[in-house]
């Protein structure tokens, strides 16, 4: 190895180091609810997701509902990205005329199941598989969907739960998705 690679992995392990304790700090911020640098810029779209989708941010939700809106957001985040895939001969941003049959529905069950689950398995190679907006608009959203409700259940939940002192209530999936 160079010295050159040397201190590129040197430095990048020092902005990790640097970057870890505001980061911390903040995303705890938000995992908690309390007011961040953010909140004047997204406060107000947060607040009007929550009106259209109907959530009360100050309602907390059982353990059991909590648990049926975590499936619930997985399993659309599924059905989704199984129908997208199926439907991308009919959907924009396919340059290359990939028809429904490069996805059949085995594959689609598949790659949705993987990316739900967050194992990102491939069976497939992408480019010559999936159109562009398949890969924008369903793989890539629920890359960013499943870590959000990894992140919901592992983190979340369990400081909200040591927090209240293992209360049933464990506030609601759509707040712990922010």
């Known amino acids: 190895m160079t010295t050159i690679g040397i201190l ?10 640097l970057c870890t304790k505001p980061l911390g700090a903040f995303m705890a911020k938000v995992f908690e609810g309390q007011r961040t640098f953010l909140h004047p810029l997204f406060r107000w779209l947060e607040v009007l997701t929550y009106k259209i989708v ?13 648990t049926a809106s975590l499936l619930s957001f997985s399993i659309f985040g599924f059905l989704l990205v199984y129908f997208i895939q199926r439907a991308q001969a009919y959907l924009p941003f396919n340059p290359q005329n990939f028809g429904t049959p490069n996805v059949t529905p085995d594959l689609a069950f598949n790659t949705a199941a ?5 194992t990102d398995w491939q069976a497939y190679s992408g480019e010559s598989t999936l159109s562009y907006f398949v ?6 959203v629920q890359n960013f969907a499943s870590a959000a409700a990894g992140i919901a259940i592992a983190i979340i939940t369990a400081v909200q739960g040591v927090g209240t ?3 049933t209530n464990f506030g609601t999936i759509s707040t712990s998705l922010k």
């Open 135 to 140: 890969q924008m608009a369903a793989l890539t």
């Open 54 to 66: 109907g959530v009360k941010e100050d309602v907390e939700q059982r353990w059991t509902q909590y």
């Open 8 to 17: 590129q992995i040197a430095l990048f392990f020092g902005l990790i180091l």
């Open 114 to 118: 993987s990316f739900v689950t967050n």
């Open 165 to 167: 002192k293992l209360s």
